[in-house]
């Protein structure tokens, strides 16, 4: 008996009577959404790579609020002071021009000004990092968020933004590799993708133009890092992670590492 033209049990492309997986994904025409569900299980072992950004955000967060106790200069209600942010590998025009804190480009983005700015760029971490790893790979993932956040903050530097923190742009990087897979996977799970990342950009957006201190430019150099960035590195539609992905993930957690834990070794007393 001839078999019929199906949809896709994973990203609806259209599956042809003559074809025995898609040509988009590779998903077997026979996959229940049982077996779908079981096949991309797999998907929650990069999990942990996200939860792991996450803790190590708090607990630098955590870290920042003792420096500015230590330090004896409070900022604020959960919050750490600006010096204590310096000292701890904040960015901008003033550490890198005046400094030449270079390390800093990557070390801001795991520093937060408040509680809220911790809260909200968590929460979108939370929600973006696993969509990433399920398209790209945990390895894939890491590298995008390391390089592209560096690349946001580079361009915000560019613009003469003086000083700046945040895993936003990081995060930006993110949605930039989900605009650029669905753009280029196409079909109408790709389609459904790049509507809904392009909605994200469209909020950024009004956001960074309503709420003031925001850094566009951070966040409009992350998201075009992370275009980038996915055009480099690819995606698992068109190629699985390789040897050289992880160890391009292993030095940028080595580079994250040692910038995070160099300025707290700088403070202990001699």
């Given at each position: 008996m001839a078999q019929k033209?199906?949809?896709c049990p994973r990203c609806r492309t259209l599956i042809g009577s003559e074809e025995q997986t898609c040509s988009r994904c590779g998903t077997s025409r026979n996959a229940s959404w049982w077996q779908f569900?079981?096949?991309?299980?797999?998907?929650?072992?990069?999990?942990?790579?996200?939860?792991?950004?996450?803790?190590?955000?708090?607990?630098?967060?955590?870290?920042?609020?003792?420096?500015?106790?230590?330090?004896?200069?409070?900022?604020?209600?959960l919050s750490p002071d600006r010096v204590s942010l310096l000292l701890l590998g904040a960015t901008g025009s003033v550490p890198l021009d005046q400094f030449g804190r270079f390390w800093s480009l990557l070390?801001?983005?795991?520093?937060?000004?408040?509680?809220?700015?911790?809260?909200?760029?968590?929460?979108?971490?939370?929600?973006?990092?696993?969509?990433?790893v399920n398209e790209y790979g945990p390895s894939r993932m890491f590298i995008i968020y390391t390089l592209g956040g560096i690349f946001g903050f580079w361009v915000s530097w560019q613009a003469g933004v003086a000083f700046t923190i945040g895993a936003s742009a990081a995060i930006c990087s993110l949605i930039g590799s989900l605009l650029y897979f669905g753009k280029s996977s196409g079909g109408a799970y790709g389609a459904s993708v790049y509507r809904e990342v392009s909605g994200w950009v469209?909020?950024?957006?009004?956001?960074?133009?309503?709420?003031?201190?925001?850094?566009?430019?951070?966040?409009?150099?992350?998201?075009l890092g992370g275009i980038l960035l996915g055009m480099l590195v690819g995606y698992n539609g068109r190629s699985r992670e390789t040897s050289w992905h992880q160890g391009v993930a292993l030095l940028c957690a080595a580079m994250t590492a040692a910038v995070l834990i160099w300025p707290l070794l700088t403070m202990l007393p001699g």
């Open positions: 033209p199906i949809l569900i079981n096949r991309t299980a797999g998907v929650l072992e990069g999990e942990w790579l996200v939860r792991a950004l996450i803790t190590l955000n708090l607990v630098y967060y955590c870290v920042s609020l003792l420096v500015s106790l230590y330090i004896g200069r409070g900022g604020g209600f070390s801001a983005n795991y520093l937060h000004g408040g509680i809220l700015h911790l809260l909200f760029n968590l929460m979108a971490l939370r929600q973006i990092g696993p969509w990433v469209v909020s950024l957006l009004v956001f960074g133009l309503i709420v003031p201190g925001i850094n566009n430019w951070g966040h409009g150099g992350g998201i």
